[in-house]
């Protein structure tokens, strides 16, 4: 794969930049897979080179090779821009995951992510980034307007965050306010559309004895998903969402990007015929990654340090939201080993039990709100929370729960 990313970068900051990070995570995704997956040893990422107008810069990278950190010809002054190049030839591994390709339904599909070039995020004084973790994230991303071509077979239907439009084997995106750009391209696909609250749902699938309610029931839980969270805590900042069937080796449920989820159960496009609980995980994988479009995409979060923000908050959101769990019961005790998964829907459940429904509801606008499509933290949302509600009995929640570290 040769990646040519432009990348323009404004500094926001009261003093002059010098150095600017850029993250190629296929690195270290790279160095994972060739140690735990055979047929992968070989696969790789090079940087060709990195230049502004032509210019070759100077980088050196930081830890690893995923973090990159780059010369500015020039200091760049508060309020400036500037435009950096970053040229990549990066190889796919042969991996059922959110990066790598397979076979399926007598074809391929590709699912690329967590492998295109960009620029970290800077914030309080420093750039954020963290070790790769394979089975979790550690992206540090701000929003950003993406425009791509990508050059694909012609027989490949490409999907892509933001909207695409594709002709003669090149597909053209323009993805404005997204957190994370990624691509599915699958010589099988089937697609199906609907709408939800006027925005057009696009589900990817392949052919096989269950496509047809796989299709119904993706597509439905979409549907009710974006009406429910919309209703629950606001608007979804885009005009499209797609949904593709992009298996994965793991018990992995799916993964988030802006405008586009990947459902990730290795069931359909290869069994015979789906059993009760197949269909049961497609509601909970569907819905689990569409309200990630609520938390993690629109409101962003350090999805390494304090996953309890979008993990916690996309199982609630698929556990007790979508489910429709009354609110006058005490919510039951969780696995609270797992705990950004489990943890985080136990804490919400119990704030949302303490507060009573109307008041959590009225928290949980004002922080979509006031993040929207910026970054929140945990001493954040705690801040909302006790603005809507600073009882005794929510604070000793709090402190059950939350480290003091984070309300300081
Ligand atoms: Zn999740």
């Known amino acids: 794969m040769q990646e040519s990313a432009m990348i323009t970068i404004q500094n926001n900051t009261a003093k002059p930049i010098t150095q600017v990070m850029v993250r190629n995570i296929a690195s270290e995704v790279l160095t994972y897979d060739q140690k735990h997956y055979k ?14 107008n032509q210019q070759k810069l100077a980088y050196e990278f930081k830890g690893d090779e995923s973090n990159i950190l780059v010369d500015l010809p020039t200091s760049l002054t508060p309020g400036a821009s500037t435009q950096i190049n970053v040229e990549v030839q990066t190889d796919v591994p042969w991996r059922k995951d959110r990066f790598g390709y397979q076979a399926i339904a007598g074809g391929k599909i590709y699912n690329l992510s967590f492998c ?4 970290s995020d800077y914030r309080n004084g420093k750039w954020n980034y963290h070790p790769y973790n394979d089975e979790g994230e550690n992206r540090n991303l701000a929003v950003s307007d993406y425009q791509a071509e990508i050059y694909a077979p012609k027989s490949y239907k490409v999907v892509t965050s933001g909207e ?17 750009f990624a691509i599915v391209a699958s010589n099988k696909f089937k697609v199906s559309s609907t709408k939800a609250n006027g925005i057009k749902i696009n589900n990817y699938y392949y052919a096989g004895k269950s496509a047809k309610i796989y299709n119904q029931l993706a597509k ?7 009406k429910l969270f919309t209703k629950k805590y606001g608007p979804y900042p885009y005009s499209e969402l797609d949904l593709t069937e992009s298996p994965f080796g793991s018990d992995t449920g799916g993964m988030e990007y802006s405008g586009l989820v990947m459902i990730a159960q290795d069931t359909f496009a290869r069994k015979k015929s789906a059993s009760k609980e197949d269909y049961d995980s497609v509601i909970e994988n569907v819905s689990h ?6 938390f993690f995409n629109t409101v962003g979060n350090d999805e390494y340090t304090e996953p309890w923000l979008d993990e916690g908050m996309a199982e609630f959101s698929e556990d007790i939201i979508f489910d429709l769990s009354p609110i006058n019961k005490i919510p039951k005790k969780y696995d609270e080993t797992d705990t950004a998964y489990n943890g985080g829907k136990s804490f919400y459940s119990l704030l949302r039990y303490l507060m009573g429904e109307k008041k959590f509801d009225q928290a949980m606008r004002d922080y979509y709100q006031t993040y929207y499509l910026k970054q929140a933290t945990g001493k954040d949302f705690i801040a909302i929370i006790k603005k809507h509600d600073n009882s005794k009995a929510v604070n000793d929640l709090i402190k059950r729960y939350i480290s003091p570290k984070y309300l300081q």
């Open 39 to 52: 047929g992968n040893k070989n696969k790789t990422t090079t940087i060709k080179q990195i230049t502004a």
């Open 116 to 119: 295109f070039p960009y620029l």
């Open 220 to 226: 439905q839980t979409a549907v009710d998903s974006i």
């Open 164 to 180: 695409s439009h594709t002709k003669d084997g090149k597909t053209t995106v323009v993805a404005k306010d997204v957190r994370d």
């Open 289 to 294: 990654e569409v309200a990630h479009q609520w």
